[in-house]
């Protein structure tokens, strides 16, 4: 149980474009989904936290208008990078926490998803 | 906010060896401490975790050990294998509704058969 995944795995796209990114939860519901960014060989920077039904919070620093969340679903969020750049090269890493569990922060995290911008 | 220190960043090791990282955390609120083991381009796996009302958690070759007055955790890796090495992260929550994680920097684990 506790499943995560991501996709798509890997992207390469031209800067300017737009890349969307879903993270879902597999096997059990989740209002709060969380997304990181990960620059290598470092840790993961929580960039923003998706709540189901309204508007996510993000972390000082992130740009709301370039990195679009959206949680239609106890089960789906989408991290949509706008106007990319060579700069928003990374790793993105979204984690779920279930909602039959929420008294503890456990934190269920994807794959990941590596996007290179040419 | 919380601030969490991890040592060491690598750490070599001879298989069958013992392995120990260490975490600091400032906020004496935090109660739920994770370790996750992240693989080269792989999401973080939760390999343990310990909750503020225990001192010691074991699981197999893993184990984890809270100080809650000293504000410091440990992971300790007995018998290590060369599938050991990765890298490893703690991390520290208050485990309230909508509080996040806060990572340590991470340690990177080297196994040598």
């Known amino acids: 149980g506790a499943v995560v995944s991501q996709h798509p795995s890997r992207v390469i796209c031209k800067s300017g474009t737009s890349v969307k990114i879903e993270c879902r939860s597999l096997d059990f519901q989740a209002t709060t989904m969380f997304w990181y960014r990960q620059f290598p060989k470092q840790s993961l920077m929580l960039m923003a936290t998706s709540n189901e039904g309204s508007k996510a919070t993000y972390e000082q620093g992130v740009e709301k208008d370039k990195f679009l969340i959206n949680h239609a679903s106890l089960t789906l969020s989408t991290l949509t990078v706008t106007s990319a750049h060579p700069e928003d090269s990374s790793f993105y890493i979204c984690?779920?926490?279930?909602?039959?569990?929420?008294?503890?922060?456990?934190?269920?995290f994807g794959p990941g998803t590596r996007l290179t911008v040419l | 906010g919380e601030n969490v220190e991890q040592h060491p960043s690598t750490l070599s090791v001879q298989e069958g060896d013992s392995a120990v990282i260490k975490c600091t955390y400032s906020?004496?609120?935090?109660?739920?401490f994770p370790w996750y083991k992240q693989e080269l381009g792989k999401g973080p796996q939760l390999i343990i975790d310990i909750r503020s009302n225990v001192g010691e958690k074991k699981d197999q070759r893993i184990a984890v050990t809270l100080n809650k007055t000293a504000k410091h955790f440990s992971l300790h890796i007995t018998e290590t294998q060369p599938e050991d090495s990765a890298v490893y992260f703690c991390?520290?929550?208050?485990?309230?509704?909508?509080?996040?994680?806060?990572f340590g920097g991470g340690t990177r684990l080297m196994v040598k058969p």
């Open positions: 984690s779920a926490r279930d909602s039959r569990t929420e008294t503890y922060n456990e934190q269920f």
């Open positions: 991390a520290a929550s208050k485990g309230n509704a909508g509080n996040m994680l806060t």
């Open positions: 906020d004496s609120a935090s109660n739920y």
